[in-house]
Structures are given as C-alpha cells and as structure tokens.
C-alpha cells in the first residue's frame, strides 16, 4: 500500500501530490473549493470524501488511519495506484484541495515539528514559521538529513 501522510506536503511543495498529480493551477482552472482562494475544513472533508468515493466507485477503499493537525492520514490500495485510478481520482477531487490545506497548516504540521525538534536539538531556537526555520537549518549549514533522527 501508499501511505499519504503530512509529509506529502514536501511533494505538494513542488507541484507533485500523491501518486504524481499535478496541483497549482489556479482557482479558476480548478476545484470549486479553492473559488475564494481559501479551503475550509468542511471543504477540505467534503473533498477527500468524493476523493474516496471515486476510488469506491471503482472499486477500491482508502485506508483512513487518523487525522493529524486536521490533516487526514490514509493508505491508497496497490492495485488503485497501479491500475491509475488513484491518480485520476486524486487529481480529480482532493489534488488542489489537499495542497492548499497542506501548506496553510505547514506551520504546526508534523513535518514543522519534526524541524522544530531538529532545531532544539542542534541548539537552534527554532523559528515561529516552518519557512523561518527551513532558513535556520540552511543558514546553520546542514541540510535536512540531519533531522533524519528527530522523526
């Protein structure tokens, strides 16, 4: 199975989501959610459940495990992935979605925690903002793999 996790924000970050959809066209291009710019909660539910109901109808289940920092944490079965209907059903209905609420919640994701620890750990202050400290941990001269442990 593919675990989506909070960490597919690195991905979403660089314009690739889960199983290599394109997100980052714009709201008038894409989903109704994004029309103001903004996602809910409601609407960021609203479309992982037609994201889910996509893969149902084609005969695969999602494998919701929780919800962390409002953030959902699921398995995608092997044979959506491999068959393409994940793709589909995520570029259709969560892609955009997902990584506009990513990166609105980057800040207290589980991914800016992990960096935060780092931080403490190398005796950085860590910074308010994930960006802030994404700059501390280059500004200090090691890269992400040094926070490898903290995860």
Known sequence: ??????????????????????VGTTAAQGHPALSDGEVSYDEYQAAFRAYSSCLEDAGYKLI?????NQTIQFSVPGGAVESGVD????????????ATWQIAHIDTSESAR???????????????SYDEMTKQL???????SACSAYS
């Not at 919701?64 to 962390?68: C, K, L, M, Q, S």
């Open 138 to 144: 280059s500004d200090s001269g090691n890269d992400p």
């Open 1 to 22: 199975m593919v675990v989506a996790s909070a960490l597919l924000l690195a991905a979403s970050l660089t314009g690739c989501g889960a199983s290599g959809s394109n």
């Open 114 to 128: 992990i960096l935060r620890t780092c931080l403490e750990g190398l005796g950085i202050t860590p910074g308010e």
């Open 64 to 68: 919701v495990h929780d919800e962390e």
């Open 87 to 98: 793709a589909n059903c995520y570029d259709d209905e969560f892609a955009e979605v997902d």
